[in-house]
């Protein structure tokens, strides 16, 4: 982005710098789920954690480089109120917009460069870290995740908190443990997706939610369905535990 050769296009540039913006965030939101990922299921590679903390890191730097460009395109534009359009920029003085967004951009990395550890405060950063580093014992996980689920159940059925023993980890429709739960989104019920998505196929899209006594009429549809993370993490670290 630094060295432009070509003419200042202010409003395009901006749009654009936006959309990277944007897909950097999603990069940076993916990265975070593959973390989560490699917390739950890699609790011991550190060379792949590592390296997740390095793309993370990267990402991030990436997205701070579009920002700074995007407040210096900012500040040529407001410093400069006549502009309207991309054509107002090729007939005002361009060596002079040019400068100025230059100039700009270099007090932002200058100032950038004296604040080292900004990357690494980012909070994404610091929930990726938190992630490897605040794992604890698979007892501690454990309840945690109890809580987590116990908590959520209550909410959304508005019933009393559920003891730990009642958290159920086998489908209501399979009757098997789960191996990929999912949560309707309308009840709040959770089923195994391919033992699911099996009932949806064989009542052609009229299945409704299993659970006795579920006041959901909706059919289930696809879109209902949503990844039960903690349920997933749950059921893995059961299994991993000498309870099981
Ligand atoms: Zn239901």
């Not at 992630?131 to 995740?145: K, N, P, V, W």
């Not at 059925?157 to 309707?184: F, H, K, W």
């Not at 993370?229 to 059961?238: T, V």
Request: hydrophobic residues 30%; charged residues 25%; contains cysteine.
């Amino acid at each position: 982005m630094s060295g432009r050769s070509r003419p200042l296009e202010l409003e395009s540039d901006l749009v654009l710098n936006q959309r990277l913006l944007q897909s950097m965030g999603g990069m940076v939101n993916e990265t975070l789920e593959v973390a989560r990922d490699i917390a739950n299921y890699c609790t011991d590679d550190d060379e792949l954690k590592k390296a997740t903390q390095d793309i993370m890191l990267s990402f991030i730097g990436m997205a701070d480089d579009i920002k700074q460009v995007t407040t210096a395109l900012n500040h040529v534009k407001n410093t400069c109120p006549m502009i309207q359009t991309d054509s107002d920029v090729e007939s005002m003085e361009e060596q002079n917009l040019t400068s100025s967004f230059t100039k700009k951009l270099e007090k932002l990395k200058a100032a950038g460069r004296r604040d080292e550890n900004r990357l690494m405060n980012h909070p994404k950063y610091e929930e990726l870290i938190s992630l490897f580093t605040d794992s604890g014992t698979i007892e501690e996980q454990l309840a945690s995740l109890r809580a987590a689920l116990t908590g959520s159940a209550e909410e959304s059925q508005g019933e009393l908190a559920m003891t730990e023993m009642d958290i159920n980890i086998r489908c209501p429709y399979t009757g098997c443990t789960m191996q990929d739960p999912v949560r309707n989104i309308l009840c709040g019920h959770v089923y195994d997706r391919t033992g699911i998505l099996t009932y949806v196929k064989q009542k052609k899209s009229k299945a409704k939610c299993p659970v006795g006594g579920c006041g959901n009429t909706e059919p289930i549809q696809e879109s209902h369905l949503e990844d039960h993370r903690d349920m997933r993490k749950y059921i893995f670290l059961l299994s991993q535990s000498q309870n099981f």
